[in-house]
């Protein structure tokens, strides 16, 4: 059998151990859209959907995924996050999401950016589903990566 990191000899699935590794400053950036149509940009935009405005309600729920992330996804260690930042900006297509977030540990913060958008992406359309059912969320991907053993990643642009 092939030998798989987060496997035991047994096949049983086990938390890595990660004791032995050094400590870098890591950073991670990930991205998403939340697709929609310009009739739910403008509501938006001028301020006039029912449950309020979906920007801050998804920023604080962004940020509070990416310190849960542990918890959500089975085998990622908790992270002592040290930075966390969701941007929203309102473009053509619906809402562009961007996650930053940092630590100084042994492990990498990816899954806490990418976890961080997709929570945003989540509470936007929970905020939005009053307007509009058939909103879609797309497009989650990490962007780059910082620190670490494997060093430095960029996605090709």
Not at 42 to 53: F, H, M, Y
Not at 104 to 115: C, H, I, R, S
């Amino acid at each position: 059998m092939t030998e798989f990191s987060h496997l035991d000899k047994d096949g049983r699935a086990h938390m890595v151990d990660v004791g032995h590794k050094v400590e870098t400053a890591r950073r991670a950036v990930a991205s998403g859209l939340v697709k929609m149509s310009p009739d739910t940009i403008t509501a938006i935009r001028t301020q006039q959907l029912p449950k309020g405005d979906p920007f801050e309600t998804a920023r604080i729920a962004g940020i509070l995924a990416a310190k849960q992330t542990a918890s959500l996804i089975p085998l990622c260690h908790p992270l002592p996050l040290s930075y966390v930042d969701i941007s929203l900006e309102l473009i053509d297509e619906g809402v562009y999401i961007k996650a930053t977030v940092a630590t100084k540990g042994v492990t990498g913060v990816e899954m806490e950016a990418l976890t961080a958008v997709s929570l945003a992406a989540l509470t936007i359309y929970d905020m939005c589903k009053a307007v509009e059912k058939g909103i879609a969320i797309t497009n989650i991907q990490l962007e780059s990566k910082t620190g670490g053993k494997s060093g430095d990643w960029q996605k090709d642009k």
